[in-house]
């Protein structure tokens, strides 16, 4: 049997768990496409998130409930062929493990045939069976507890999670649970940074925080909210690196303004034909002005 060998070793889940127990923080960032993830890598991004906040980010939409496996496969499709060096994984989106363990393991697998090294998934203590039918099948798990976007109706909006004690001990043993049920690691998203601190302490597993504090074992932010990739406010937890949107913006106009003015393109930015060809066309269209060279 022969195994291609990619030409760099690609990050595993155990590399993962072996950087945070030499006390090293994970640094996880969404993509979407090939570009975003050549980027995201060459940042040295250790783990890769196709999130099903594509819906939003990518996609036009309010929020990630329409999010379907069709736009997850073809966006992680997208990602995946870029061959990151990153630990890839995929969100599974709204309903689609949800109304059964089988539709769950198919959606899942279909994930994984594609190149996601792993499935994120949402909720707590209800999404026990079908993790240990995906684990049991061989495909990691990652939590993802607090703020869970595909619950936006019955949570009542983008609120943080886990203020009051009875929330935060539930939220405490969701944890415990997720763990027991074999997820290699949870997210956390918008909950109080002491509440994510207890709940890295008492999981073996590797905590990644979103709006969780500086005590999870890594964190993750969206692509395009460190690049400042759109317009309107971001959450308190985003720290935006550049004004993506407006230098984009720039960049865009210099070249509409070269095009108006006829500076673009340059000589230097055409193809030419050779003096020979150059001269029969001349002959055949004598009078017609093909060259202002
Ligand atoms: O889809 C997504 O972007 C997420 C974030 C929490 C990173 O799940």
Redesign the pocket.
């Known amino acids: 049997m022969s195994h291609q060998v990619p030409a760099q070793p690609k990050k595993s889940r155990v590399d993962l768990q072996a950087m945070v127990d030499q006390g090293e923080k994970l640094v996880m960032v969404?993509a979407y496409d090939a570009p975003t993830a050549h980027i995201a890598d060459a940042a040295g991004a250790d783990i890769i998130?196709v999130?099903?906040?594509l819906g939003n980010v990518c996609l036009g939409f309010e929020n990630?409930l329409p999010v379907t496996m069709a736009m997850m496969r073809h966006h992680l499709e997208a990602v995946a062929r870029a061959r990151p060096n990153a630990f890839l994984m995929a969100?599974l989106p709204f309903l689609s493990y949800h109304l059964s363990v089988e539709d769950a393991l198919r959606n899942a697998s279909m994930l994984i045939r594609v190149g996601a090294q792993a499935v994120?998934l949402e909720g707590g203590s209800s999404r026990v069976p079908v993790i240990r039918a995906l684990v049991d099948a061989g495909i990691p798990v990652m939590g993802?507890l607090g703020l869970t976007?595909q619950s936006l109706h019955s949570i009542g909006g983008y609120r943080v999670q886990g203020r009051e004690e009875t929330q935060a001990l539930s939220l405490l043993e969701d944890a415990k649970r997720l763990e027991g049920a074999g997820c290699f690691s949870v997210?956390l998203?918008c909950v109080p940074k002491e509440l994510a601190a207890i709940v890295t302490k008492t999981l073996n597993v590797f905590t990644i925080g979103?709006g969780a504090g500086s005590n999870c074992s890594g964190q993750?932010?969206?692509f395009h909210d460190i690049l400042g990739i759109h317009q309107g406010p971001d959450p308190k937890f985003v720290r935006k690196y550049m004004d993506g949107f407006n230098q984009m913006v720039i960049a865009l106009s210099k070249w509409s303004d070269d095009v108006k003015n006829g500076i673009f393109p340059s000589e230097q930015e055409s193809y030419n034909l050779s003096e020979a060809v150059l001269e029969k066309l001349s002959v055949r269209f004598q009078g017609t002005r093909i060259s202002d060279s």
């Open positions: 969404t998130l999130g099903d906040s990630t969100d994120k993802h976007p997210l998203e979103i993750v932010l969206v």
